[in-house]
């Protein structure tokens, strides 16, 4: 019987399976270092997407994505699959229309060239579909969560690079605005906060992976959201994200009893929602990403007006 199947189905047959294969026993695995198991997935960028702003050097050593003008300003900071993914740089694009100087800085590059490499991936590429298989199931994304502690690789990005170049922009004011992963830094970046000449307005975060991130360096996760607890905080977490970070949690009521200002919602999506969800196919997801951005602009702004 095999012998009628043409080659071309048995090799479809047989590489479908391998995917499978690593898909459900592997990939599912890796992707629980950061992220919940069953999260959305990796999104290679909309190569059909006309960005408004430019990837460059903010110095010597950062790349960044920047968009916008003002004062005031916005960083974003991506998830595990780095800046040149998913829509990163759709959702900059719309922040900095509302009158806000966006920089989304590349803190993968300055250790490896980022998790799928320099360049930019587009839709449906075969590299973007290689670099992920070889990224899961070489351990490289563990391994990217490893490489990066905030000190000193993730504080040396953000001191010597993003906040020297938003204060010569002449931003006074800076929010951060966070996917998964980039919890992490945020939250640092928040608790460190003390530069009198820039001052860290809002902390808005979406599904989270602070803790597991945190975990990983054996960081005190109650202390670093204490000192962060100066900088207003807004969360929207899923059900997939530790209880602890969902609403009336750990980590809402260590803010509160630190004296934050804290709003934190539960949204009825996956992990991943924001950045890698299909937009195209699920247009409930569509909504609330929408929704969700809106509301994460709102409280920014909110903020921003009390300086």
């Known amino acids: 019987m095999i012998g009628d199947i043409p080659p071309t189905s ?10 499978s294969y690593y898909y459900f026993f592997v990939y599912k695995k890796r992707i629980r270092s950061c992220c919940p198991g069953q999260s959305h997935g990796f999104l290679p960028q909309d190569a ?51 009158g806000f100087l966006v920089v989304a800085p590349d803190f993968f590059e300055t ?11 587009g839709f449906g590429s075969a590299r973007a579909l290689l670099s992920t298989l070889w990224a899961l199931l070489s351990g490289k994304m563990r391994g990217y969560m490893r490489d990066h502690p905030w000190d000193p690789l993730c504080e040396r990005v953000w001191s010597s690079s993003v906040a020297p170049w938003l204060k ?4 006074n004011s800076a929010s951060i605005v966070s996917f998964c992963w980039g919890a992490y830094p945020a939250l640092h970046i928040a608790a460190a906060a003390k530069d009198p000449k820039l001052d860290i307005c809002a902390n808005v975060t979406y599904h989270p992976s602070f803790p597991k991130v945190a975990s990983m360096f054996g960081e005190d996760e109650d202390a670093i959201l204490r000192a962060a607890a100066k900088v207003p905080f807004s969360a929207f977490s899923t059900s997939m ?5 969902h609403p009336g949690g750990n980590a809402e009521r260590t803010l509160r009893e630190a004296g934050g200002v804290v709003a934190w919602e539960q949204v009825s999506q996956m992990h991943g929602f924001m950045t890698r969800g299909d937009m195209k196919s699920n247009l409930g997801l569509a909504k609330e990403v929408e929704r969700c951005l809106n509301a994460g602009i709102a409280f920014i702004e909110k903020q921003n007006s009390k300086e």
């Not at 250790?111 to 991936?121: I, P, S």
């Not at 994200?241 to 970070?245: G, N, R, Y």
């Open 10 to 19: 048995i090799a479809a047959a047989a590489a479908a399976g391998l995917l």
């Open 48 to 98: 059909n997407y006309a960005c408004k702003g430019i990837v460059k050097r903010i110095d010597d050593s950062v790349r960044a994505y920047v968009v916008g003008s003002g004062k005031r300003s916005v960083v974003i900071i991506h998830d595990i699959f780095g800046l040149h993914t998913g829509r990163l740089k759709q959702i900059a694009d719309e922040i900095a229309s509302r």
């Open 111 to 121: 250790n490896g060239g980022g998790l799928y490499g320099k360049v930019e991936l």
């Open 168 to 171: 010569k922009q002449g931003c």
């Open 241 to 245: 994200e530790p209880k602890s970070w």
